[in-house]
């Protein structure tokens, strides 16, 4: 009995000396990191990587595709901020221009759950804790205010304050951060009129069905040099969640991680900034309304 004893005691003893050791090997591991969304883009070339097409990287936008973001509605030219910036991600993941496909997805669509018949989506979306329970963001390649436009003969257009912008009857695209920005920042005595699109809303002011429209501060420029001429930019305003604009993919897509580590490589180049120039330069020129 005493030799049994002694043998326990030795197997527990064993036990005790493995179970430190494996505590010490374990220790010794580096506390596990989330590598599957840190990579770069030599991880990420077109021969790796599983596009909705094989070979092909395929990249939606609205239809019509306005500038500075898009010139000549014609996504392929790559000109315009967005055509461009759409170019240098493919560039950066080793697909080139005739290895690029464009497609048309609504902008009120694009951030709806469910499958993507595309890769990834650029079109002044952004980024949202909202949208993102049902879609992928990929880093922000852009930072847009909103502004006020105005025509030119609207008490609107005098504005200085937001206050002063409260009493105009404010036209606004449907499911966009602008009417975030507009309930909760301007906070208008009457209810906004909303739009189904972009042109809706364009068409609204050059009718004078509203006083004033609420876009992003690029958007804004564009629509008072050529869409409507007798319109003028109020000011800009932050929005309440900031507006941080992301390629949009399909949820849990396995190419998210790649496109945010080309936007990235673009930022820390200063490639992204210098097509933020060539394309975006007016957008700082905008009176701050607060």
Known sequence: ????????????????????????????????TDDTETVS??????????TFEEGTLTIATDDPAFPPYFEDNDPT???????????????????SEDQVTWVVEPFNRSYAP????YDFDINQISITEKRAESVDFSSPYYEAKQAV???????????ATLADVADADIGVQIGTTSLDAVETVIQPTSEAQVFDTSNDVVSALKNEQVDAVVVDVPTAFFLTAVQVTDAEI?????GPEGDEFGA???????????????????????????????????????????
């Open 41 to 50: 883009v030599e991880d990420c070339q077109a021969d790796s990587l599983e």
């Open 234 to 238: 109020v000011g800009q305003f932050a």
């Open 248 to 290: 949009l993919l399909e949820k849990d897509s396995p190419l998210t991680p790649c496109i945010s580590a080309a936007i990235d490589s673009l930022s820390e180049s200063g490639e992204l900034a210098e097509i933020e120039e060539q394309w975006l330069s007016e957008a700082t020129d905008a009176p701050i309304l607060e």
């Open 114 to 117: 469910g499958p993507k018949e």
């Open 149 to 159: 436009v105005a025509l030119k003969d609207s008490p609107a257009a005098d504005a």
């Open 1 to 32: 009995m005493s030799r049994f004893l002694s043998i326990l005691c030795l197997i527990a003893t064993l036990g005790l000396i493995a179970a430190g050791c494996g505590d010490d090997e374990e220790s010794s591991e580096p506390e596990s």
């Open 77 to 95: 030219n790559g000109e315009g901020f967005e055509s461009a910036v759409a170019y240098a991600i493919a560039e950066e993941l080793g697909f």
